[in-house]
Structure formats: structure tokens, C-alpha cells
């Protein structure tokens, strides 16, 4: 698929963003959804023009809703530029048959609450281990950019019934 001219646009934006989930996603076979500014979908510069443009034409759009205004609150964000939320959903949801996992109100919430207590000044986030982690830049240039939850999460601890694997063995 070719990509948009994106004109002028200098690099760092919004639309780099966009380009490079398009690609991921277009590798993947996969979908994307993107929250963005009302003004956003009217901008009438090169770059922005270009990529609606591109998008529409390209059949890379199914939906956009419009939601009403004062609809998210402004809250004080605590300082996280030496960090980044990694969460891991793939054990959230049920099957709903082989083929086909759902997600419960209960998962989402899951998800936002657990963004939110890690963004909010006064949240009340701790790692969860197989679920999420606030991982630091130290951490993430370790693990050489990586960017799968999965390898900062690790595992939910494992229930056990206190005997040893050896003794189990033996029997």
C-alpha cells in the first residue's frame, strides 16, 4: 500500500504517529481505533488534508464519531516522561467461542482504571504482575526499545498447593 504524502508536516506529529499504526496494522491484517480532537478532522493543512484524504480513498475508515463536548475532565497528570504504563489485556475477556474473544464492561474498566491511577497526580497505581507495569526509560533501553507489554509485566503469580514438584513427581 502506498503511503500518503504528508506534504510539510514536520516529524514528531500526529500524523508519524498514524503512519507508522497504519503500517503495523496493514502488516497485521489488524484494525485500529484512534481518539483524536474535533478540530483534527477539519484541519485544512497539506499534511492533515493529505492523509483524510488518503484514508478515505483507501477504505482505512469504517467510522468517526463526534462526541459532545465536556466530556473528559481536566485532572492534574503527574510527571511520566521517564516512564511508560505497559498493560497486558490478553487474559482479560472471555471466549465467546473459538475463535472470538469478547471484552466485559468489567475488562474495560479494568483497563481504564488502571491507566488512570497510574496518570492521576493522586492515583493509587502498584504493578500487578501479568498485568502492568510502569516501566522506566532505564528499563525499556534495556530491553533494547521492546515494546510488548508482555516482557515488563512478567506473569501473575501461580497458585500452588505447597507441595514441591519433586515430591509430586515421586508419587
Known sequence: MAQPDIGSTKPKTDIDCQKEIWEV???????????KANGSMTAEST?????Q??????????????MPDKLFLTTEHRQRQQEVLFIDARKLGQMASRRLRVFHDEDIAKVA???????NLHGSYTDIDGLCK???LPEIEANNF?????????SEALETDGVPFEEKMQR
Do not use: F
Not at 496493514?26 to 481505533?33: M, P
Open 134 to 136: 510502569a516501566a522506566t
Open 113 to 119: 482504571d488502571t491507566y488512570h491511577q497510574w496518570r
Open 146 to 154: 521492546v515494546l510488548s507489554p508482555c516482557r515488563y509485566v512478567g
Open 53 to 66: 484524504e488518503y484514508r478515505i480513498r483507501h477504505h482505512m475508515v469504517d467510522c468517526i464519531v463526534q
Open 47 to 51: 499534511g492533515e488534508k493529505n492523509v
Open 25 to 35: 496494522a496493514n502488516q497485521l491484517l489488524g484494525t485500529e481505533g484512534v481518539v
